[in-house]
């Protein structure tokens, strides 16, 4: 469904969905099995408001992924420079040897 995930706002509606649902459709299993005198009549109905609070809250519907997080940019890694860094310190004798003849010292 999303790519990236349930985003922020989408959890706290997900979880604002099930901390409603569950204790109504508990409330209203609650009542018809009194009524009925039937403890499995409250048991079942708790149980299915259960698994529909499971069906909507569960999965990563479209929507909650309405408020994506932006991320950043991709930062280009210090080690990446290092290694081209390394390059330069294999030449440094060299380099060395070149400053000394041009500043006229014989080797």
């Known amino acids: 469904?999303?790519?990236?995930?349930?985003?922020?706002?989408?959890?706290?509606?997900s979880e604002q969905i099930y901390l409603v649902l569950i204790p109504a459709v508990g409330s209203v299993a609650w009542v018809f099995?009194?009524?009925?005198q039937d403890f499995k009549t409250?048991?079942?109905?708790w149980l299915?408001?259960?698994?529909?609070?499971?069906?909507?809250?569960?999965p990563d519907w479209p929507i909650f992924n309405r408020n994506p997080t932006?991320?950043?940019?991709e930062i280009p890694s210090a080690r990446k420079?290092?290694?081209?860094?390394?390059?330069?310190?294999?030449?440094?004798p060299a380099k060395a040897t070149k400053a000394k003849k041009k500043k006229?010292?014989?080797s």
């Open 1 to 13: 469904m999303g790519k990236g995930g349930m985003d922020y706002k989408g959890q706290k509606l």
């Open 33 to 36: 099995g009194y009524l009925a």
């Open 42 to 45: 409250t048991f079942y109905g």
């Open 48 to 58: 299915a408001g259960l698994v529909l609070a499971m069906l909507i809250c569960v």
């Open 70 to 73: 932006p991320w950043l940019e």
């Open 81 to 92: 420079q290092t290694v081209v860094d390394d390059d330069d310190e294999d030449d440094a």
């Open 104 to 106: 006229g010292g014989k």
